[in-house]
Nanobody, 123 residues
Framework: QVQLVESGGGSVQAGGSLRLSCVAS????????MGWFRQAPGKERELVTV???????YYADSVKGRFTISEDSAKNTLFLQMNSLKSEDTAMYYC?????????????????WGQGTQVTVSS
């Protein structure tokens, strides 16, 4: 059974940084695409960044240059380093994994989801 467990969310002032972690279990880590999505109240869940099995990455325009996706394959852990946070980054952040090596940016291609971790940025 695939499990994704996020941690690292919290409250921070604008301009600050947070690092999210996602520990994966129940499948062969990094044979498949993984990513981070977020959902603010009243809004659709949206892509933040994804990494494919090849190592290719995609970022939403709104986070380019501020957020970085990385991983520790030995620990089956995916990270999201978030710098220069803005109030509009406030959302629930979800780790996701797909059943393919290349899922792209379409959230419907991601089959497995964590429970989410809340990020709140105050201005």
């Amino acid at each position: 059974q695939v499990q994704l467990v996020e941690s690292g969310g919290g409250s921070v002032q604008a301009g600050g940084s947070l690092r999210l972690s996602c520990v994966a279990s129940g499948y062969t880590y990094r044979r498949y695409c993984m990513g981070w999505f977020r959902q603010a109240p009243g809004k659709e869940r949206e892509l933040v960044t994804v990494i494919e099995a090849s190592g290719a990455t995609y970022y939403a325009d709104s986070v380019k240059g501020r957020f970085t996706i990385s991983e520790d394959s030995a620990k089956n852990t995916l990270f999201l380093q978030m710098n220069s946070l803005k109030s509009e980054d406030t959302a629930m952040y979800y780790c996701a994994a797909g059943s393919s090596s290349a899922c792209g940016t379409n959230r419907y291609r991601y089959n497995y989801w964590g429970q989410g971790t809340q990020v709140t940025v105050s201005s």
